[in-house]
Nanobody
Framework: QVQLVESGGGLVQAGGSLRLSCAAS????????MGWFRQAPGEEREFVAA????????YYADSVKGRFTISRYNAKNAVDLQMNSLKPEDTAVYYC?????????????????WGQGTQVTVSS
């Protein structure tokens, strides 16, 4: 079993930056592909970014490409999401996810483990 705990959410002005972190429990972290999703009020959950188990491959939603960066730190069992040039439309609850499958699988919204989420609010 893997437990995921997100942190780093908060309130920021448009154009600002935030860094989200996801801490994972368990010794299998190095074998998991990791990702971030978000869900705005009244909207469906959407894919944001994913990274392969090795860290060699990354995937991004078009809406965040060039602004967000996903990174993983296998020695710390952690994955981060650096968010720059934030926009009000980035406001959402952000969730960390993990899968025993390939990172590309996360783009379809399928994950084996999910965190509880952290709120990100971007004011205009």
């Amino acid at each position: 079993q893997v437990q995921l705990v997100e942190s780093g959410g908060g309130l920021v002005q448009a154009g600002g930056s935030l860094r989200l972190s996801c801490a994972a429990s368990g010794r299998t972290f190095r074998t998991l592909a990791m990702g971030w999703f978000r869900q705005a009020p009244g909207e469906e959950r959407e894919f944001v970014a994913a990274i392969s188990a090795s860290g060699g491959s990354t995937y991004y939603a078009d809406s965040v490409k060039g602004r967000f960066t996903i990174s993983r730190y296998n020695a710390k069992n952690a994955v981060d999401l650096q968010m720059n040039s934030l926009k009000p439309e980035d406001t959402a609850v952000y969730y960390c996810a993990a899968t025993n499958s390939m990172a590309a699988t996360l783009r379809t919204g399928v994950g084996d483990y999910w965190g509880q989420g952290t709120q990100v609010t971007v004011s205009s």
